[in-house]
């Protein structure tokens, strides 16, 4: 029997418990019982590895940056543009990003953190997994399911059946894809941007097998130029009016522009980053003013932080690209990046999103373990 890895089981179940398991119960009550049985387990975990080990109990320099620059964003905020959605704003931070951190810098093997949040996911795959026909009573709607059951769940089983050949999750993946188009439609454009990344990431590529794949971006991009056609007889043969189907027919038919409301949210979100170029309105500032997040990632940031986030932001990438080059194991990097910020394109806000947390934490701590290494691997790529 194989030894399971504490750390990496933990991380795996807090990913999953929040916000999944909070649709089940819908009692924020077991919700801080969770969080809190999380939370004595990993200290209890934590006080036994300190008998073995003192110094993997230590607490990462990185963790604690990431909370003092963090926490005095709030404070800034706090002091000069203080607004009603501060407090909520600094409890989703606590809960997916403090809590969410906390766990991630103990974790030392990322297979296994795919191992066991594709498992758990298989489990909330199955539970969840007539939900769309029963009007998302589970998820409430369309973009929580997509968000929070089809995508990671999707992401999850390819990873596992064609990275470590875990057959098992073939079915799973298959049956993961089609309720993707039960979902938001930006999440199976997040799905397919993944595919592609996760396979030029994987597979070396001889001649024969550059040319099958030019044939196959080919025959895509044949089926994206009749997908209009190809959804509306997938539609009426099988009768999936979706909201993801119905959305993408209206784009094409010219109905809508494809961004729900969104290009009205963008429009003010740009006006009040002109209004206030250099710190912006601090965090929550945006969504106490109007009642709704940005709803994209960098318009986010630019109107929370100003010019000066924005410039960290951008730094940020910047070492992301180059630490990329330098890593092993760069599935479970693709996994995070795709996930913790593809959806903040559309979808959500960096606060209270958990994968876009462990996304930051992991480049600004492997960036101090490679330091030295980093010019040799930029020469041989």
């Known amino acids: 029997m194989k030894k399971i890895s504490v750390n990496e089981l933990l991380l795996s179940l807090y990913l999953i418990l929040f916000p999944s398991f909070s649709y089940f119960f819908k009692s924020q009550v077991l919700n801080y019982v969770f969080i809190c049985a999380i939370i004595i387990a990993f200290i209890f975990n934590s006080l036994l590895t300190n008998k073995r080990n003192t110094e993997k109990t230590k607490i990462s320099f990185t963790f604690i940056k990431i909370n003092i620059i963090t926490l005095s964003l709030f404070a800034f905020t706090f002091v000069f543009y ?14 997916y990003g403090f809590l969410t951190m906390l766990l ?9 953190v795919i191992h066991y949040s594709a498992f758990l996911h298989l489990i909330l795959f ?37 990275y470590y050949k875990n057959k098992k999750y073939i079915i799973p993946e298959i049956i993961s894809i089609l309720l993707l ?8 454009l997040i799905a397919i941007v993944f595919v592609l990344i996760f396979d030029l990431v994987t597979k070396k590529r001889s001649l024969k097998k550059m040319v099958k ?6 025959f895509t991009s044949i089926i994206i130029m009749n997908a209009e056609s190809i959804l509306n007889y997938i539609s ?13 027919l209206q784009w094409f038919h010219g109905e809508t522009t494809g961004l729900a409301g969104r290009d ?87 606060m209270a999103w958990k994968y876009f947390w462990i996304a930051i934490y992991m480049v600004l701590s492997y960036e101090k373990k490679v330091k030295g290494e980093m010019k040799k691997c930029e020469m041989t790529i």
């Open 126 to 162: 199955i539970i969840s997994i007539m939900d769309p026909f029963n009007n998302y009573k589970i998820y409430q709607g369309y973009m929580s399911f997509g968000l929070f059951c089809a995508l990671p769940c999707f992401l999850l089983f390819h990873i596992e059946e064609n």
């Open 236 to 248: 009426k043969k099988f009768q999936l009016n979706t909201y993801a189907i119905t959305a993408i």
């Open 264 to 350: 009205i949210i963008w429009d003010r979100a740009i006006n009040v980053f002109t209004s206030h170029p250099i710190f912006g309105i601090g965090i929550g500032g945006y969504h106490a003013r109007y009642g709704v997040y940005c709803h994209n990632l960098f318009l986010d940031i630019l109107v929370s932080t100003g010019v000066l986030g924005f410039i960290l932001l951008l730094i940020y990438l910047f070492k992301s690209i180059k630490i990329y080059k330098c890593l092993n194991n760069k599935v479970f990097f693709v996994f995070i990046f795709v996930i913790g910020f593809l959806p903040l394109m559309f979808n959500n806000y960096f």
């Open 213 to 218: 794949y030019s044939l196959l971006l080919i």
């Open 181 to 188: 188009f039960y979902s938001n439609r930006n999440t199976i």
């Open 82 to 95: 203080n607004n009603d959605m501060l407090i909520d704003y600094l409890g989703k931070y606590i809960i």
């Open 104 to 112: 991630f810098s103990k974790v030392e093997n990322y297979d296994k």
